[in-house]
C-alpha cells in the first residue's frame, strides 16, 4: 500500500533566516540595497507594498510555462525587482544592478534552514511507510536549497511551480504531483498556506492539513509536525484511508 505526503516547502518544511516568514522577497529586496550601502534612501516599510502583483504564482489561475528555464525565470523575477528600485527612486543603471543583488541573496544557501521539527518527524512518518514530496512555489534552486538542508535523504521527489510551470492552487500543479507520485493509496497534502496548499488540494481531489497557521475553515490543522504525525497515526489504528 503507497502512502505518500505532499509538503509545501518555504513556511512549512523550512525558510529563509531571516525572522520574515512570508517576507523573504522584501527581505532580499532589502538586503540589496545594504549590500550596496543604499538602505539609507530607502523606507524598508515601502518595499512589501510593492509586491503585490506579477509575481508567477499571484496569478495561479494561468500557466507559465513560457519560464521554463530558471534564465527566463529570473528574467521576469528581476524585471519585478527592477520596476521595485526604480519606484523607490533609483535610475535604470542602479535598479539593474540591485535586482541582480537580490536575486542572489534570495538563493544564498546559508540563508535557509529547516524547521526544527521537520526531519525527525519526516523521517519518523517514513518509517511508519509514508513516502514524502514536496510540492512547492518556489525559484528554480529549490533543489539545490533542499539539498544544501539534507531533505534528499528523506524527499522522493521534488515538484516545482518553476519548473512545471503551473503554481499552487492551480490543479495541475497536483495533478503532475499525483502523476510522479504513482497514484498512492493514500495521500495528503501538508502546507502553511490556506489558499495554495489547502485549497488547492482539495480542488484536485486531495486532502490536506494547515501546519504552522490557523484558519477556522481548515478541516485539519496543526501547530507543528508533531500534530500531524499523531493525527495520521491515529487514522492508521483506526483504519482510516
Do not use: C
Not at 523573504?24 to 538586503?31: D, V
Not at 539545490?144 to 519548473?163: F, K, M, R
Amino acid at each position: 500500500m503507497k502512502k505518500v505526503l505532499f509538503w509545501d516547502f518555504d513556511g512549512t518544511l523550512g525558510g529563509r533566516i531571516d525572522g520574515l516568514k512570508g517576507k523573504a522577497w522584501s527581505a532580499s529586496i532589502w538586503e540589496a540595497l545594504v549590500e550596496h550601502n543604499l538602505q539609507h534612501y530607502v523606507n524598508r516599510d515601502d518595499i512589501l507594498p510593492r509586491l503585490g502583483q506579477g509575481f508567477p504564482w499571484q496569478e495561479p489561475e494561468k500557466p507559465h510555462i513560457h519560464l521554463n528555464t530558471p534564465a527566463l525565470w529570473w528574467a521576469h523575477i528581476e524585471s519585478i525587482f527592477k520596476q521595485i528600485y526604480e519606484d523607490l527612486g533609483f535610475s535604470n543603471d542602479i535598479a539593474n544592478r540591485l535586482s541582480a543583488t537580490a536575486r542572489i541573496k534570495y538563493v544564498d544557501l546559508p540563508m535557509w534552514e529547516l524547521y526544527p521539527d521537520t526531519l525527525p518527524v519526516l523521517q519518523s512518518l517514513a518509517e511508519q511507510g509514508w513516502s514524502h514530496m514536496i510540492v512547492s512555489n518556489h525559484v528554480p534552486e529549490l533543489r539545490t536549497i533542499a539539498a544544501h538542508l539534507g531533505l534528499q535523504t528523506v524527499i522522493s521527489e521534488i515538484v516545482n511551480s518553476a519548473e512545471v510551470g503551473y503554481e499552487k492552487p492551480n490543479p495541475e500543479i497536483f495533478h503532475i504531483a499525483m502523476k510522479k507520485a504513482g497514484t498512492p493509496h493514500e495521500v495528503w497534502m501538508i502546507g502553511d498556506n490556506i489558499d495554495a496548499d489547502i485549497f488547492g488540494a482539495q480542488q484536485a481531489g486531495i486532502p490536506s492539513i494547515l501546519v504552522r497557521e490557523k484558519d477556522p475553515r481548515a478541516e485539519h490543522q496543526f501547530d507543528d509536525f508533531y500534530g500531524v504525525a499523531k493525527f495520521l497515526a491515529v487514522r492508521g489504528t483506526t483504519g482510516h484511508q
